[in-house]
């Protein structure tokens, strides 16, 4: 027979590594593990910053320098500070023909991006909320138009331009413009998400017709994907090389792209030629800047639409 085991009162007790304010075994590693993923995850961030903005800090101290310091020099320094002397250049040459380049890429990008999202919204709206014969099979089409390159295109609608007359004029490239296939189906999407059909049935009980309900309510209301495919559309126009270079010849209808372009290929045998070009393309880069802070704000809502219910 065994004796009953009699435990001290007084005797200290164990308590667990927990209570006594210890942390538990393997609690710093995995501190230092979230804390080292952090700094990798930054640090990747950061290059990729540095790597994005890199060939625009080379812009901004090229476009300070003459021919022979872009050529010879530091391109990274500001020495030999020329940029008045370059904007000088720039608003002389050709009785200021650069500045008129400027004006028809604004003319091309904005009113071009203007036009197509508001065929691409109403297009979108309607896919969207109306039912009619072969809409699926229409939008199946649209679909397809996105997966074609543009430059597949310039052919075809140079043929077209030269049937209706228009080679050589602002509507060769203002026309083209007006037809985003991609912004139709982001446009669809953006109706689907942001107009309630409660919304628009309430409108019509209340008298207003189809045109005046997607005037008033619906594209009011589908606003952040109309800035989101205006600024998409800007950038492209902007940017746009190919079309222009095959529709137009008249130098005074040239947009940025196709005249630094020209002023490229004469710099290979006159490198004065060098500081405009540079000085030029830092300039052009000022309106997609001021288009994307400006309209950052409907941008940002555009793009997280859906994400959060």
């Not at 050529?71 to 009785?95: I, M, P, R, W």
């Not at 597949?152 to 985003?180: D, F, M, Q, R």
């Not at 207003?208 to 126009?237: C, D, H, K, N, Y």
């Amino acid at each position: 027979m065994t004796s009953p085991v009699m435990i001290d009162p007084a005797a200290p007790t164990r308590t667990p590594a927990r209570a006594e304010g210890r942390a538990p075994v393997g609690a710093g590693g995995a501190r230092s593990s979230r804390w080292l993923s952090k700094t990798a995850v930054n640090g990747v961030l950061l290059i990729a910053a540095l790597y994005t903005l890199f060939p625009l800090i080379w812009l901004v101290t090229a476009a300070t320098k003459d021919a022979g310091n872009l050529l010879g020099g530091d391109v990274f320094s500001f020495e030999g500070f020329n940029l008045g002397g370059n904007l000088s250049a720039l608003s002389t040459y050709q009785d200021g023909v650069y500045f008129r380049w400027y004006g028809n890429s604004l003319l091309y990008a904005g009113v071009g991006a203007l036009g197509c999202s508001l065929v691409s919204v109403a297009a979108g709206y309607a896919f969207d909320k109306y039912r009619f014969r072969g809409k699926e099979k229409l939008f199946a089409l649209v679909l397809l138009g996105v997966l074609l390159p543009s430059t597949a295109l310039s052919l075809p609608l140079y043929l077209l331009a030269v049937k209706t007359g228009t080679v050589n004029t602002y509507w060769a490239v203002l026309i083209p413009s007006l037809v985003n296939p991609f912004g139709v189906y982001l446009s669809r999407i953006f109706s689907a998400g942001y107009i309630p059909d409660e919304v628009l049935e309430a409108a019509r009980i209340d008298g207003a017709g189809e045109m005046r309900t997607f005037w008033s309510v619906g594209l009011r209301m589908v606003m952040p994907g109309f800035v989101t495919v205006f600024l998409f559309q800007f950038t492209a126009i902007w940017n746009n090389f190919f079309l222009p270079l095959v529709m137009l010849s008249d130098k005074k209808l040239y947009p940025l792209s196709l005249g630094l372009y020209n002023w490229h290929s004469t710099a290979n045998a006159d490198p004065s030629f060098y500081p405009m070009v540079v000085t030029g393309s830092l300039l052009a880069v000022a309106p997609l800047i001021i288009a994307f802070i400006t309209l950052q704000r409907h941008w940002k809502a555009g793009l997280t639409a859906g994400s959060v219910k």
